[in-house]
């Protein structure tokens, strides 16, 4: 069985976590959502564990960075 949730106490890290916004599109935050639930855990425990190197992205998602980096570069040369 899981340790109860305390008001003002970390839950599963040594540090608090703070309320912050981000700005997705309608289906990254679906892709998100999904990845969760697959995973069983919360957004923000998602997040969090992508952040520290917990959590990492498939092969297909890290060709997918690959490709929006080479874009934008793309974009920014011509």
Known sequence: M????VKGQPAL???MKRTR??????TA???LNQRSE???ISRSELIEGLARG???MSSECE???KKLKQSKNFS???
């Open 63 to 65: 060709l997918t960075a």
């Open 54 to 56: 917990e959590i990492t």
């Open 76 to 78: 920014r040369s011509g």
């Open 38 to 40: 697959e995973l069983e």
């Open 29 to 31: 935050t679906e892709l």
């Open 2 to 5: 899981g340790k109860k949730r």
């Open 13 to 15: 890290r040594s540090e």
């Open 21 to 26: 916004a981000i700005v997705l599109t309608d």
